[in-house]
């Protein structure tokens, strides 16, 4: 029997056994609104599979790379109930950054490929960087915090200068 009928023949379980627990303990797994995510993810993961089966073709990881990740991303949101979509949007960028590095990794390295994957990094990188300031402000209210940053200066200058 070959790998792929068994693979196949697999999955159709899975499911058929996802939707059957649905029906019988309504259940809402196994439906098209919480696994969307795994048509990006399962591709993702068949090319990643294909090139480390046979070694050739590391242009395939590219694709790879990008699906897989973003199918992992689509699928954390969706099991976070998009509550992280505000945090975790910078990650989508580096997903393009994935696929290139590993074509750079596992091919013929190429330095050339190195530079958008060093700019997507950057820009992701950033990115989750500003959201982390701008949560941390907001949480401090940062109405407040530019009055209690003069306040604290002016309080440093006094006590220099009475020191003096």
Do not use: C
Request: glycine share 8%.
């Amino acid at each position: 029997m070959k790998k792929s009928n068994m693979t196949f023949g697999i999955v159709l379980i899975l499911i058929g056994l996802g939707s059957l627990i649905n029906r019988i303990f309504f259940i809402d797994i196994i439906s098209f609104k919480n696994l969307w995510p795994l048509f990006l993810l399962i591709p993702g993961i068949m090319f990643e599979v294909r090139y480390f089966e046979t070694r050739k073709d590391p242009g395939i990881l590219v694709p790879g790379g990008i699906l897989t990740t973003l199918g992992v991303l689509f699928l954390l949101e969706n099991l976070t109930n998009w509550q992280l979509k505000q945090y975790i949007w910078p990650l989508y960028p580096l997903s393009v950054a994935v696929g290139l590095f590993q074509l750079y990794w596992f091919g013929n390295r190429e330095r050339g490929l190195l530079i958008p994957v060093f700019i997507l990094t950057l820009v992701s990188t950033i990115s989750l960087i500003n959201q982390l300031f701008s949560q941390v402000f907001y949480w401090m209210n940062y109405k407040i915090i530019f009055p209690i940053i003069l306040i604290a200066i002016g309080l440093y200058i006094l006590f220099n200068e009475w020191k003096r």
